[in-house]
């Protein structure tokens, strides 16, 4: 694992990697391959150490809800797992099982 910086910017910023990004968009796009890279960027990605997201309430901390770890599928999935922690909030459950997801399970 990485360690987390302070702050947002001070994330490393991977020069090979975003050469090969910009190869690959040209390789997509003729136009995309004349174009040049305006901003390079970094971040972490938000995964628990097993992998899976962390969705439910957080123990210890009542009225206190996460959504987080879904890595680069994380946006993807945010339809559903937006639906499944809302759920859980106003009703107690949610209509799919996020037993296996809880923040919990580190506890």
């Not at 990485?2 to 947002?8: L, T, Y």
């Not at 938000?46 to 959504?67: I, N, S």
Request: proline share 10%; net charge negative.
């Amino acid at each position: 694992m990485a360690p987390v910086c302070e702050a947002p910017g001070e994330v490393e910023v991977r020069r090979e990697v975003t050469r090969r990004l910009a190869s690959t968009m040209g390789e997509v796009s003729t136009e995309l391959a004349q174009a040049p890279v305006e901003l390079e960027s970094a971040c972490h990605f938000p995964f628990a150490p097993d992998g899976l997201p962390m969705l439910g309430a957080v123990p210890g901390t009542p009225g206190a809800f996460v959504a987080t770890g879904g890595g680069c599928w994380g946006i993807l999935m945010g339809p559903a797992i937006g639906l499944g922690v809302a759920e859980l909030m106003l009703d107690g459950e949610a209509t799919w099982d996020l037993r296996p997801f809880s923040p919990g399970r580190f506890t």
